[in-house]
Each structure stands twice: as structure tokens, then as C-alpha cells.
């Protein structure tokens, strides 16, 4: 039976195997559940959400603490047999000295990836560039200490809010693949054009977004992008549900039971890892 330590290294050479050629979609999961759910429906790997868990414990995006995500990402990890990468927020330090420290904890709890970005709250202000290269130049220097097989991902976030231009987001990600990430971040590309041009900026580097709707896995992967992550998406599909049907009982219609998967298969799943 293989240990713990030997079954994390595994996915953190298989994240990286991921990076190396095509695309692969790594969907967001917010809780144990729908991480074991998107292993069962045969992804390679699959992401944190900070915004998705944050509201399984009833906060706000950008109000869980650190050992919240800690106990979370440990939780996930020791649940799933497929790489995890982690939504790390800001470091949950301003400082390069504490996103330095935050991210050896965060490498302990078993993650294969992990990202950091260049703000801290939604709607805040991004750090201006010298800082947020020397946060990346941290967290690059910690994980060679303590997991240098851990994959860093530098995210750049001008572009949600529309507090940057495109160019300057590039520009942002080029930075910080000098800084040391392994993996470029934009959240927020959505123009194929746009697109195409970060991944020429950051080549050789794999350059990742947040999948676009009116965009195909295909035509992403046309354009050169390696990895595509659903952020909250998940969360907020399972917790439209929700919503749509607590709507309808108010109202004194039940239908909307009848939509759900069946207890059988939920049972199923978490018995056997498969669904049915």
C-alpha cells in the first residue's frame, strides 16, 4: 500500500505531467463531496475554490482565515487520488516574509499546486508590481526549501473589476514568470485575441484561465492555453440549485425535487468512489 508521502509526490509529478503539452480542465471543487465527485467523473486533477468553500462554512469570499483553508486543503487532499491545486488567495499576507511562511504550510497539507495573487480583497486595490514580484519571488524560494515539486502559479487580477488593462495584465504575468512561477494566471481573459497573446507573452510557460462560456475546449486549446479552471462555478451552479428550488417550496411547489440525482447514486459514489 502506498504511503501518504509517496502518494503525494505521485501527484505532483502527474500536475506537472498535466502542464507539459495540450490542454486539461481542472475543475474547481468546493467541499470532500464534489472533490471525490470530480474524480469520479475521471478528471485529471481538480482545484480549490476559496470563494466556494468559503460559503460551505457561511462567509463571504476573501473572510476565511488561514487555518481555515489549511483544514480544508487537507481534507481535500487526503480525500482524492488526483492533484490538487490550491486557490491560496493572496498568501494571506501582505508581506513577502509571511506569504513565504503561509506557503509552507500550505504545501504541507499535501496540495500539488498552489496559487498567489497580486491583491487581496475582491474589490481592493492590486499591489503595485515590485511587490507582487517580490510575493512570487517568496513563495518561489519557499517551495524550493520545503516542496520544490509543488507547482506555483502567479495570478494576475487587474483585469476582474476592470482595475488593469489587458496589457498591463500581460505584462503583470510576464513578471512573474521571471519571479519564478511556473504556471501564468490571468482570471478575467476572455477575448480569443487577448488570449493568444498572454500565452505567446509567457511561452514557454503554460498560461491558464478561468474557462470562458462562449468559448470551447477546443478553441481554448487552439489558442495555445494549457490548463482551464471553473472558479466558484460549481459552487455557485449547486448553490443556484438550491436557491431555485427553496424558491419554489416558498411558493408551495415541490417539482423541483424531482430534478436531483438520486440518493442511490450519491450513495454509491461515496461508497465506491464511481458514479453510476
Known sequence: MRG????????????????????????????????RLIQALGFKATASSSAGFA???????NHIT????????????AATDIPVNADFENGFSEAPEGVAINV???????????????????????????????????????????????????RAEGLLGARMGVSEVI?????????????????????????????????????????VPALSLRQVADLGVRRISVGSGLA?????AVIDAARQMADGSFAAMTSGASGKSMNDLFATGRLE
Not at 460559503?55 to 469570499?61: H, P, R
Not at 487555518?67 to 481534507?75: E, M, N, T, V
Not at 480583497?121 to 492590486?126: L, M
Open 236 to 240: 455557485r451552479v449547486a448553490y443556484g
Open 104 to 154: 509552507a504550510r500550505a504545501a504541507a497539507t499535501g496540495v500539488a499546486g498552489l496559487s498567489i495573487e497580486d491583491h487581496h480583497e475582491t474589490a481592493g486595490p492590486v499591489y503595485d508590481k515590485a511587490l507582487s514580484m517580490e510575493r512570487i519571488r517568496a513563495a518561489r524560494a519557499s517551495l524550493d526549501s520545503s516542496a520544490p515539486d509543488v507547482i506555483l502559479v502567479g
Open 55 to 61: 460559503w460551505t462554512i457561511g462567509k463571504s469570499d
Open 66 to 77: 488561514l487555518d481555515d483553508i489549511l483544514g480544508h486543503l487537507s481534507a481535500v487532499c
Open 171 to 211: 505584462d503583470r504575468l510576464v513578471a512573474f514568470a521571471e519571479a519564478g512561477a511556473d504556471v501564468l494566471f490571468g482570471p478575467g481573459l476572455r477575448d480569443p485575441a487577448d488570449i493568444a497573446a498572454a500565452v505567446r507573452a509567457v511561452a514557454p510557460k503554460p498560461l491558464s484561465i478561468i474557462a
Open 4 to 35: 501518504a508521502m509517496s502518494l503525494t509526490a505521485e501527484k505532483r509529478a502527474e500536475l506537472r505531467r498535466l502542464h507539459e503539452a495540450g490542454c486539461f480542465v481542472m475543475p474547481n471543487c468546493f467541499d470532500v463531496g464534489s472533490a
